[in-house]
């Protein structure tokens, strides 16, 4: 568990207000689905934000209360979780030399996450010298989730996954799934031929040219864990929603997803790094208010239906008008 004497010692950098840190997802005043996938121009699958220690302390506590609903895997999957988990220590130790280091002699290695202060020693490929599975051990230092996707018989499959902050969708009913079998609750995207199309598109991509896309839905609260199989403590908050409230319950949630080809398995790496922005800090930045507005006016019904916000979409557009229109008035 987070260590506080450490966590109060070490101050993340680059701690800027939250507003300016946040992936605004719209680039405009229209969101429809598409390959919305561009180069990762800095190759990085992790980052290290001032939310670290909340966030990994929520992550521990889920993997060690409900293991089997935030980490699947198939035993096939371990070299590759070995590759994937290496990639990420390297990674990590070269960003952030002052918060993690390695030492390695042959196999004999020597993590050090100076953030937590935790020293592990082990044996690189032997899974019986680490506490979890590669990636189940690496996701533990880190805020991302992560997942590694195989790639065989011309498909490409959920072959591990450490998920504590899903957008309501389970690992432990997606794990051993294909592309288009996972997002077949996704409206549209595989009867418009989009997911074969994505799916294609992932399936060249190549070792050393990552890319990254946005994605976004709505939260109702602060909360990053919501789970399907929890929709019952969360899912009722919806009902709390108030013209009064909804500026401040109502949180804009941002994934910022990455996918790296694995040049050892020929598998892929996908990192998923979420970001939560309370509605009521947009009018901070009046042209994010008013493309939100926008692109929520314009938002089909099916899909707002699929991210799970039509019960609250009126109230909260109403509130964005007037906050729009005191903007408007202050000039
Ligand atoms: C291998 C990498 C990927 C994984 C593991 C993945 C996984 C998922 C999962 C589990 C969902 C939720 C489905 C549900 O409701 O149960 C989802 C949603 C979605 N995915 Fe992917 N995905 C990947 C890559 C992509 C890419 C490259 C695109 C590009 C178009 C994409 C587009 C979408 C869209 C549009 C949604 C619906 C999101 C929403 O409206 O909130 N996915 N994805």
Redesign the pocket.
């Known amino acids: 568990m987070v260590n506080s004497e450490i966590v109060n010692s070490i101050v993340i950098k680059n701690e800027q207000p939250q507003i300016t840190r946040f992936p605004f997802p719209f680039k405009s005043d229209s969101y429809r689905?598409?390959?919305?996938?561009v180069s990762l121009e800095s190759g990085q699958i992790v980052t290290i934000t001032p939310e670290y220690f909340a966030e990994i302390g929520i992550k521990r506590h889920l993997l060690t209360t409900v293991h089997h609903r935030s980490y699947q895997s198939f035993s096939h999957s371990l070299e590759a979780q070995w590759e994937c988990m290496e990639m990420i220590i390297d990674e990590l130790c070269a960003n952030y030399p002052d918060y993690f280091t390695i030492e390695k002699d042959g196999n004999h290695w020597i993590f050090v996450n100076h953030l937590l202060n935790e020293t592990i020693a082990f044996i690189f490929g032997d899974s019986s010298s680490l506490p979890y599975e590669p990636l189940d051990f690496i996701g533990r230092h880190v805020q991302e989730d992560l997942?590694y996707?195989s790639q065989r018989d011309g498909d490409?499959y959920?072959d591990a996954g450490q998920l504590c902050f899903p957008?309501?969708?389970?690992i432990a009913f997606?794990a051993g799934m294909t592309?288009t079998e996972?997002?077949s609750?996704?409206p549209h995207?595989s009867d418009s031929g989009?997911a074969e199309k994505?799916k294609k598109?992932?399936m060249k991509m190549e070792a050393g040219k990552p890319?990254t896309?946005l994605?976004?839905?709505l939260t109702v609260e602060s909360i990053l864990d919501t789970f399907p199989e929890t929709y019952a403590e969360w899912g009722v908050k919806k009902d709390q929603i108030s013209p009064q409230n909804v500026g401040k319950l109502v949180h804009l949630r941002t994934e910022d997803?990455r996918?790296f080809r694995m040049p050892g398995s020929n598998g892929?790496l996908?990192s998923i790094h979420t970001h939560l922005l309370p509605v009521c800090e947009l009018p901070k930045n009046p042209a994010w208010l008013k493309r939100f507005y926008h692109v929520l006016l314009d938002l089909p019904e099916y899909?707002a239906d699929?991210?799970g916000f039509s019960s609250y979409k009126a109230k909260l557009l109403a509130y964005l008008e007037t906050e729009i229109s005191k903007l408007q008035e202050s000039r």
């Open positions: 689905y598409s390959n919305n996938s997942f996707i490409l959920m957008a309501n969708w389970s997606d592309f996972w997002h609750p996704v995207f989009m994505v598109f992932l890319w896309r994605n976004w839905t997803q996918l892929i996908f899909m699929y991210k």
